[in-house]
Nanobody, 115 residues
């Protein structure tokens, strides 16, 4: 019983900000990392950022300096703060949880950056 539910997507103008949330409901699994991926129309899903249980983080080059991944442990929520958004950030954003056995994915939330 593992469920990931993304929220916070929407339409925003270039240069604007948006914060995505992922509510994580899990069984007693050993989590390696939590991450955000995104997929633009007609493109493959790509890595955006992740955060390990230790607190270490990684970011894809296109979002470095603009996006921040974090965790709200009390709320069991994964967050992605997106600043200085660009049209090329437009995509469906997916929450991901990696365990030793498999990856778990949310349904995705649409982010559209347009004037």
């Amino acid at each position: 019983q593992v469920q990931l539910v993304e929220s916070g997507g929407g339409l925003v103008q270039p240069g604007g900000s948006l914060r995505l949330s992922c509510a994580i409901s899990t069984s007693s699994l050993s989590i390696i990392s939590r991450a955000w991926y995104r997929q633009a129309p007609m493109k493959e899903r790509e890595f955006v950022a992740n955060i390990f249980s230790s607190g270490s983080t990684n970011y894809a080059d296109p979002v470095k300096g603009r996006f921040t991944i974090s965790r709200d442990n009390a709320a069991n929520t994964l967050l992605l703060q997106m600043n200085s958004l660009k049209p090329e950030d437009t995509a469906v954003y997916y929450c991901n949880v990696k365990t030793f056995s498999r990856n778990f994915w949310g349904q995705g939330t649409q982010v559209t950056v347009s004037s």
